[in-house]
């Protein structure tokens, strides 16, 4: 989900915005094989300092230990954010910089003439993961970029040419096992029939790096999970269990009907939703797993958050799964 404006913002002033918060966890009795996850799309096109502060300050409340992002196209962004988490591990898709090319696209998603823009990488996806004596990380990445790009609008093909859609994949280790966690942001579209040769793709990709450990996917799929085909195959035929759906059977029972995309949304209500999208309500924000042969999930909670203060066009989603090994 896409909108253009211009911001301007100080390096400096963001990340000191950044650092300063204070850290405040939220007590959880558990194990060292329970993860909180979140999966969030911070909306960078209409992100500003404040909206920034307002992100990382809500994410802290919730003390994940997996942060799957996206959108995050901006260096100033990014930084702020591996800044204001000093405990985790911060894993991005950033290759290069823009340059000049396509510069009167990309002044419009950034932070003002002296920020820059990730180019050529998986479009902008950062995963943090917190290190401790428990759960680690131990630098194994691989990110790549989706053969197949199926943008439906005339913006979304600007910004897809420059940040095309793709995969970030980590691997995250328990006193069980190790676990894969893959990040992705898919092609937008209430419906689009190319997207599900990118979720195919995603799948081959996932189970190739995870090697046979179970495999965590996040992100922000585009795709409405009551409606399209894709996240119907994915969460059946290719074995991934949607977390959130285990908790809500019934999603029109959930809050928003599960909508993560919500018109209801302030920030989904700019002009561009109308101009360029036009999209209802759309549950498109996962966290789904898939288990393996040594080890199960067993899902704990699932819920939408981010959508009482509004920091995003999305709400997020945050789950809490349990590893448990097979006997």
């Known amino acids: 989900m896409y909108g253009i404006l211009m911001h301007t913002l100080n390096l400096a002033i963001l990340l000191s915005l950044a650092v300063a ?7 959880f009795d558990h194990s060292a094989n329970v993860l909180k996850i979140l999966t969030f799309n911070i909306a960078a096109p209409q992100l500003d300092a404040e909206r920034l502060r307002q992100q990382i300050a ?8 997996i942060i799957c992002l996206q959108e995050v196209w901006s260096n100033t962004v990014r930084e702020a954010y591996f800044h204001a988490f000093p405990e985790y591990v911060g894993y991005t898709t950033y290759e290069r910089s823009v340059g000049s090319w396509k510069r009167e696209i990309m002044e419009t998603i950034s932070f003002g003439p002296d920020d820059e823009i990730a180019r050529g990488s998986a479009q ?20 790549g970029i989706f053969k197949n790009q199926f943008a439906l609008t005339w913006i979304t093909q ?4 420059v940040m095309p859609k793709g995969y970030l994949a980590t691997r995250y280790h328990l006193p069980k096992g190790a676990v894969q966690i893959v990040n992705t942001h898919l092609s937008n579209g209430e419906t689009n029939p190319g997207r599900m040769k990118q979720v195919k793709e995603l799948v081959d990709h996932a189970t190739r790096i995870a090697g046979g450990d179970p495999i965590i996917l996040c992100g922000d799929t585009n795709s409405d999970g009551e409606r399209e085909k ?13 977390s959130f759906r285990i908790v809500y059977p019934d999603v029109t029972q959930s809050p928003h009907k599960g909508a993560t995309w919500d018109n209801a949304n302030p920030m989904v209500q700019k ?11 759309q549950r498109v924000d996962y966290v789904s797993y898939r288990s393996s ?12 958050v981010f959508d009482s203060e509004i920091i995003s066009d999305h709400y997020g989603i945050y789950s809490i799964l349990e590893l448990t090994q097979n006997h």
Do not use: C
């Open 124 to 143: 902008g996806l950062v995963t943090l993961l917190k290190q401790g004596s428990e759960k680690y990380s131990a630098y194994e990445v691989e990110s």
């Open 158 to 161: 600007q910004v897809e040419a």
């Open 293 to 304: 042969s040594g080890f199960n999930f067993r899902t704990h909670s699932s819920k939408i």
């Open 21 to 27: 918060l204070p850290f405040e966890a939220v007590a």
């Open 58 to 65: 809500q994410i802290r409340t919730l003390d994940p230990d």
């Open 230 to 242: 894709d996240m119907t195959w994915l969460h059946t035929e290719a074995g991934f269990k949607d």
């Open 271 to 281: 002009w561009y939703n109308e101009v360029f999208l036009g999209e209802g309500n």
